[in-house]
């Protein structure tokens, strides 16, 4: 009440004014008597100068109180005639002629205690009062719960205030504390702008408590502190100051804090008039601060720029927004919907997961996807989100190690004239982090290549979790510093590995469509050439090159396949929408720039922001003018300059390659120089740079992969996890040069064994370029790179896949001529055309003898299209088949072509759907002699099918390993089983989880009998429990068997006890039963 009672009561010290509320409030003639109970009412005592010095103090007024009441009347919009002004203050504060009844529930309604501080805040709320002034006066002391010790009430109140003895050096430490001055006159007419009052007074008096907001610079508790008999510790929280918090728990530094500002726009939050109730300060500045964040990324925040370099091209976030592909973990399986779910991940333990951390190439749309959540949150749209009282999104290229969280939301969020206090906001962020979200864009940016823990400052503390443990943090960065971030000083378990991957095709057809709005053709076109092109698929997958794709194919409708000819023709297009046609002059300023774009990307604290100073003027004007850098006035602790970027951090290291290229040319010594600090500093960061360096330069190229090959030899190879072999193979596939690598280059990557496995698309398709190239090169030269492999393995799921890419890995497999083994697993997208790409590219290998396909399920009814290959294949003797949705005609055709293979001898069908064509096939494979090993298990077998497939053992001589687990056979044995006794050569019997009973197995074991090499029984998942009494003398005649399992069997301890007994022989000569998990 303190806080808005200055503008409610305003009592002056001079007799004259205490004459006028008798007209204005409708009091008695006894105005003596109504004052006396007036000051219990109010804590005045009898001695009402004494009172009016005190209360001067409590309100800051001066001694001077009848001018300042004059002035007071004109700063607040009063009119002379005060009893005027009274009476319609009445009707302002809802006051009722019903008095009676007011003074019956005053105590429930005040519910005041002596504690005047508590009584005082809510006073705004309970002070209704009636016209009936006399009723009222004669129960205030109940009502208020007031003594008759009127002068004992007033040494408490004083206590209660904190007030001192000395008013005269209290108000003048007070006016400092609120940086008021003593000429009252110039301040109550500040105060009438300030407060924007009006005879209204109710509505001035809610809108008081968001206009107060004062800083902490230095705030009222700070500055009393320091005054001598000074407040009471106890009662310091019910003082009207804003007490400073810095959230790194250092001193706040009281220079650096802002002059009090009054926010007048109501696109600020804050400013605008709000009904709520007056809480801490803390509270009342986040609350204020909720209110500027959520205006701004609705407002200013939520447009973006179509294209970059045109800043006046922009569109709302939701008219461009396109969900991007989100990954958590290795494999794709679990693949995000949203980033709602980012934010609802828990640890084994339930807890919420605190830490996420995106990763993605550049121009992936990490920026625009931190950009969306935040106009989520402000606009609701996010349920998820709406737990957050506040989001800070934060770009780190305008960070330092030791940057403070609250001076960068100072900085980066929120107006200039903010009214916000610092050292509140910081409170309520310290107090509350369970209600704060922040958002870290691009660690890969953030102003240092060195962390020191030493120097954190409070947001790399949130990192690490030594602050602010219950905030919520993502943070995004380039794969390339994610080992400097996931690291042992900054973000540790519990997080959540985020790949953010890009565009799906989906989501590419819903980009183009999204900018060739009312232009169908166009769109079409554009989908059409990327579809159509496996390197323009893959580039897809970057919403910043399809961006540039969309620009080129609006000019004239033609594009360039790699991405540093989209950047080529790009940065051309640029400059000559702006009147820049000479390439000659591009090459210059894009040189010039790049200059200080290099020293930036090199530097200690890599710099992604330049002063003017640093450009050569005529240079800067041209960059500026065709959008290349942009310009912005930005402020660090409240000291603003202007600062120069480019506009995306790919546009900075295309700029410094144009100008590292030019120094191959110009100074080869200081090209090597430079290249050798890369190297040194980490290729892997300057990926992008080193990238563009080698476009369509084939003698940066061959200078950049002969220090690859010197620098790095042990650390090239195909497999995933060699980040320095996909950069540099990354670098091959830029420059498109007709001129190999270095022989010791192509050496470190072709060995005996080639493995391509969980690539993404973009590695893939360097691997398949370099690939390509070395088979074509050296076609007539004997092929003696690619001779030495003997295994090819190949992993790439439907994700990765594009189109050609068969086509183009079979160019490469024909060069392989001394491979014995080829294993496709996982290949999903693999159709029967491609299929007999890759069996036409095998036919003339002669010394294959293995060749795997498993889970290609787009294999099913299309055996006709490449079983003929199969004939060629003299050396073959693995085939393997699974899951490959074959059905009986397609099995029936394969066989054909293994008939006449004389060293065939393994055929696994695992997992393809063969119920009921066992007739088809079976004639055929009684054919294969030689066969060891047949796998039919999970193949939807009915009983006439294992009829067929057992009539044919006996022309199966050879056969060793027998699979028909996964199959129902339950209650059938007795037509099938007395075929099993002609398998002389069988070792291994897989019957699991065919659900067979007790007979069945005696039936079996039976025929089994005579088998003299039967050394492996699988039983298990068989529904055996209390049948062990049928089979156990039975099994029991199976000599030389050495495993039986009966896992998961059901069996009792009965059936136990006559295992143990039955077969207490067997265990003497070696048997292992598994009788587990019963």
């Given at each position: 009440m303190m806080q808005q009672s200055e503008a409610a009561c305003q009592r002056p010290d001079d007799p004259t004014t205490m004459q006028q509320p008798e007209a204005a409030y409708q009091r008695t003639d006894d105005v003596p008597s109504m004052i006396q109970q007036s000051a219990a009412a109010y804590q005045?005592?009898?001695?009402?100068?004494?009172?009016?010095?005190?209360?001067?103090?409590?309100?800051?007024?001066?001694?001077?109180?009848?001018?300042?009441?004059?002035?007071?009347?004109?700063?607040?919009?009063?009119?002379?005639?005060?009893?005027?002004?009274?009476?319609?203050?009445?009707?302002?504060?809802?006051?009722?002629?019903?008095?009676?009844?007011?003074?019956?529930?005053?105590?429930?309604?005040?519910?005041?205690?002596?504690?005047?501080?508590?009584?005082?805040?809510?006073?705004?709320?309970?002070?209704?009062?009636?016209?009936?002034?006399?009723?009222?006066?004669?129960?205030?002391?109940?009502?208020?719960?007031?003594?008759?010790?009127?002068?004992?009430?007033?040494?408490?109140?004083?206590?209660?205030?904190?007030?001192?003895?000395?008013?005269?050096?209290?108000?003048?430490?007070?006016?400092?504390?609120?940086?008021?001055?003593?000429?009252?006159?110039?301040?109550?007419?500040?105060?009438?702008?300030?407060?924007?009052?009006?005879?209204?007074?109710?509505?001035?008096?809610?809108?008081?408590?968001?206009?107060?907001?004062?800083?902490?610079?230095?705030?009222?508790?700070?500055?009393?502190?320091?005054?001598?008999?000074?407040?009471?510790?106890?009662?310091?929280?019910?003082?009207?100051?804003?007490?400073?918090?810095?959230?790194?728990?250092?001193p706040p530094s009281t220079s650096q804090q802002p002059p009090t500002r009054h926010v007048a726009s109501g696109a600020q939050g804050c400013s605008t008039p709000i009904d709520r109730k007056l809480g801490s300060p803390a509270q009342d500045a986040a609350d204020c601060c909720e209110g500027e964040l959520k205006s701004y990324y609705r407002g200013r925040g939520s447009f973006v720029k179509l294209i970059p370099w045109e800043g006046d091209d922009r569109k709302h976030i939701t008219d461009m927004y396109t969900r991007l592909q989100l990954i958590t973990g290795i494999k794709d399986k679990d693949r995000l919907v949203s980033y709602n779910e980012i934010l609802q991940l828990k640890?084994?333990?339930?807890?919420?997961?605190?830490?996420?951390?995106?990763?993605?190439?550049?121009?992936?749309?990490?920026?625009?996807?931190?950009?969306?959540?935040?106009?989520?949150?402000?606009?609701?749209?996010?349920?998820?989100?709406?737990?957050?009282?506040?989001?800070?999104?934060l770009k780190m290229h305008a960070l330092e190690q030791s940057s403070d969280l609250v001076d960068a939301v100072f900085d980066q969020l929120l107006a200039k004239d903010t009214s916000i206090?610092?050292?509140?906001?910081?409170?309520?962020?310290?107090?509350?982090?369970?209600?704060?979200?922040?958002?870290?864009?691009?660690?890969?940016?953030?102003?240092?290549?060195?962390?020191?823990?030493?120097?954190?400052?409070?947001?790399?503390?949130?990192?690490?979790?030594?602050?602010?443990?219950?905030?919520?943090?993502?943070?995004?960065?380039?794969?390339?510093?994610?080992?400097?971030?996931?690291?042992?000083?900054?973000?540790?378990?519990?997080?959540?590995?985020?790949?953010?991957?890009g565009f799906s095709r989906d989501d590419v057809t819903e980009y183009v469509n999204k900018f060739f709005t009312g232009e169908t053709d166009k769109a079409k076109g554009l989908l059409e050439r990327i579809r159509f092109s496996r390197l323009l698929s893959t580039l897809a997958e970057s919403p910043m090159l399809v961006l540039l794709m969309c620009v080129l194919w609006r000019e004239d409708c033609t594009l360039r396949e790699t991405m540093s000819r989209l950047y080529l023709d790009g940065v051309p297009y640029v400059f000559k929408r702006k009147g820049l046609d000479s390439q000659d002059e591009v090459s210059k300023v894009m040189i010039e720039i790049g200059k200080v774009a290099l020293h930036g990307l090199l530097s200690p604290d890599q710099s992604l922001s330049f002063k003017e100073s640093d450009f050569e003027p005529s240079v800067l004007e041209q960059a500026l003018t065709a959008g290349i850098l942009t310009r912005q006035r930005v402020r660090k602790r409240l000291q603003s300059h202007n600062s120069y970027q480019f506009i995306h951090k790919t546009f900075q290291e295309f700029s410094a390659a144009a100008y590292l290229q030019s120094l191959l040319e110009a100074d080869p010594e200081e090209f090597q120089k430079i290249l050798n600090e890369i190297m040194s500093k980490g290729a892997w960061r300057f990926e992008y740079l080193l990238r563009f360096c080698c476009g369509d330069n084939e003698a940066c190229t061959y200078e950049i992969l002969t220090v690859f090959q010197v620098r790095c030899r042990k650390e090239l190879s195909f497999k995933s996890s060699s980040q320095m072999g996909q950069l540099a193979l990354h670098c091959f596939f830029e420059?498109?040069?007709?001129?190999?690598?270095?022989?010791?280059?192509?050496?470190?990557?072709?060995?005996?064994?080639?493995?391509?496995?969980?690539?993404?698309?973009?590695?893939?398709?360097?691997?398949?370029?370099?690939?390509?190239?070395?088979?074509?090169?050296?076609?007539?030269?004997?092929?003696?790179?690619?001779?030495?492999?003997?295994?090819?393995?190949?992993?790439?799921?439907?994700?990765?896949?594009?189109?050609?890419?068969?086509?183009?890995?079979?160019?490469?497999?024909?060069?392989?001529?001394?491979?014995?083994?080829v294993h496709f697993l996982f290949c999903l997208p693999l159709t029967g055309s491609n299929m007999a790409d890759i069996a036409k590219s095998l036919k003339d290998l002669t010394n294959l003898r293995e060749f795997f396909i498993h889970c290609s399920r787009n294999l099913g009814g299309t055996a006709a299209l490449w079983c003929m290959h199969l004939k060629q294949l003299k050396s073959l003797k693995k085939l393997h088949l699974s899951a490959c949705s074959l059905n009986g005609q397609d099995i029936t055709l394969i066989a054909e072509s293994l008939i006449d293979l004389p060293n065939f001898s393994e055929l696994n069908l695992f997992s393809n759907d063969l119920g009921g064509t066992a007739a088809l096939w079976c004639m055929h494979l009684k054919q294969f002699k030689s066969l060891r090993k047949l796998n039919l298990n999970s193949c939807s077998l009915n009983v006439k099918d294992i009829k067929h497939v057992a009539e044919s053992f006996r022309d199966l001589p050879n056969l060793v390993e027998l699979d028909f687990s996964h199959n129902n056979l339950g209650g059938t044995s007795a037509l099938w089983y007395?075929?099993?006794?002609?398998?002389?050569?069988?070792?291994?019997?897989?019957?699991?989880?065919?659900?067979?009973?007790?007979?069945?197995?005696?039936?079996?074991?039976?025929?089994?009998?005579?088998?003299?090499?039967?050394?492996?029984?699988?039983?298990?998942?068989?529904?055996?429990?209390?049948?062990?009494?049928?089979?156990?003398?039975?099994?029991?005649?199976?000599?030389?068997?050495?495993?039986?399992?009966?896992?998961?069997?059901?069996?009792?301890?009965?059936d136990k006890n006559h295992i143990d007994e039955s077969l207490s022989d067997?265990?003497?000569?070696?048997l292992d039963i598994d009788m587990l998990y019963q």
């Open positions: 005045w005592t009898d001695d009402i100068p004494s009172m009016i010095e005190q209360s001067a103090a409590a309100h800051q007024w001066t001694d001077d109180i009848l001018s300042m009441i004059e002035q007071s009347a004109a700063a607040h919009q009063w009119t002379d005639d005060i009893p005027s002004m009274i009476e319609q203050s009445a009707a302002a504060h809802q006051w009722t002629d019903d008095i009676p009844s007011m003074i019956e529930q005053p105590e429930a309604a005040y519910q005041r205690t002596d504690d005047v501080p508590s009584m005082m805040q809510q006073s705004a709320a309970a002070h209704q009062w009636t016209d009936d002034v006399p009723s009222m006066i004669e129960q205030p002391e109940a009502a208020f719960q007031r003594t008759d010790d009127v002068p004992s009430m007033i040494e408490q109140s004083a206590a209660a205030h904190q007030w001192t003895d000395d008013i005269p050096s209290m108000i003048q430490q007070s006016a400092a504390a609120h940086q008021w001055t003593d000429d009252i006159l110039p301040m109550m007419q500040q105060s009438a702008a300030a407060y924007q009052r009006t005879d209204d007074i109710l509505p001035m008096m809610q809108q008081s408590a968001a206009a107060y907001q004062w800083t902490s610079a230095p705030t009222t508790m700070q500055q009393e502190a320091q005054v001598p008999a000074a407040l009471d510790d106890a009662h310091a929280s019910h003082h009207s100051g804003h007490p400073s918090v810095d959230i790194s728990e250092n640890t084994k333990e339930g807890d919420l997961i605190p830490i996420a951390v995106l990763t993605g190439l550049a121009g992936r749309g990490k920026t625009t996807l931190f950009e969306k959540m935040p106009y989520d949150w402000a606009v609701g749209s996010s349920q998820v989100l709406q737990r957050y009282k506040l989001v800070f999104l206090d610092r050292g509140a906001l910081g409170m309520f962020i310290k107090n509350s982090p369970g209600k704060v979200l922040i958002l870290l864009d691009g660690f890969d940016e953030l102003m240092t290549t060195s962390l020191c823990e030493s120097s954190f400052g409070s947001i790399q503390e949130v990192l690490n979790g030594t602050m602010l443990r219950g905030c919520t943090v993502l943070v995004s960065t380039r794969p390339s510093h994610f080992d400097r971030l996931v690291s042992e000083n900054l973000v540790q378990e519990p997080f959540t590995h985020v790949r953010v991957l420059g498109q040069s007709k001129r190999l690598p270095p022989e010791e280059f192509i050496h470190s990557f072709i060995t005996d064994e080639i493995s391509i496995r969980d690539l993404d698309r973009d590695n893939l398709n360097s691997v398949i370029h370099f690939l390509k190239c070395v088979a074509e090169q050296t076609k007539n030269s004997g092929n003696t790179y690619l001779a030495k492999v003997k295994k090819l393995f190949v992993n790439v799921d439907e994700r990765t896949w594009f189109i050609g890419m068969i086509e183009e890995l079979a160019v490469t497999m024909c060069a392989m001529t001394n491979l014995n083994a007395t075929h099993f006794n002609q398998l002389k050569s069988l070792t291994k019997l897989d019957l699991g989880s065919c659900s067979l009973n007790g007979k069945d197995l005696k039936h079996v074991a039976e025929s089994l009998r005579d088998l003299p090499n039967l050394a492996e029984l699988y039983l298990y998942f068989n529904r055996l429990g209390g049948t062990a009494a049928l089979w156990c003398m039975e099994v029991k005649q199976l000599l030389h068997l050495q495993r039986l399992n009966l896992i998961y069997c059901h069996l009792t301890e009965e067997l265990r003497k000569n070696g």
